[in-house]
Nanobody, 126 residues
Framework: QVEVVESGGGLVQAGGSLRLFCAASGRTFGRYAMGWFRQAPGKEREFVATITWSGGSTYYADFVKGRFTISRDSAANSVYLQMNSLEPEDTAVYYC???????????????????WGQGTQVTVSS
């Protein structure tokens, strides 16, 4: 049984920082991307960032470039999302997910992620 668990969300003021953590268990993640998505109230879930396991390549949505950094610890099957310069528009539930491929641009889409966490709430106050 594959399990993906996120943590690290919370309430922060605009301009502040948060670090999200994702731990995955139950499978070998050697050739699969791990990504972060988010869903704000009343909006569809959207791609935030992803990282490949093989080469450590990273990709970001335009709206987080320069502010968010995704990283991984392959030995621990863990992924992190460092979020700086947070804005109220970043308020959302953030989801971590594991893909069955690491091909870009497919890993920017939800359809290639087959294991998802329950999400962690991030709230940015103005």
């Amino acid at each position: 049984q594959v399990e993906v668990v996120e943590s690290g969300g919370g309430l922060v003021q605009a301009g502040g920082s948060l670090r999200l953590f994702c731990a995955a268990s139950g499978r070998t993640f050697g050739r699969y991307a791990m990504g972060w998505f988010r869903q704000a109230p009343g909006k569809e879930r959207e791609f935030v960032a992803t990282i490949t396991w093989s080469g450590g390549s990273t990709y970001y949505a335009d709206f987080v470039k320069g502010r968010f950094t995704i990283s991984r610890d392959s030995a621990a099957n863990s992924v992190y999302l460092q979020m700086n310069s947070l804005e109220p528009e970043d308020t959302a539930v953030y989801y971590c997910a594991s893909a069955w491929t690491e091909e870009w641009p497919a890993i920017a889409t939800m359809r290639v992620y087959n294991y998802w966490g329950q999400g962690t709430q991030v709230t940015v106050s103005s």
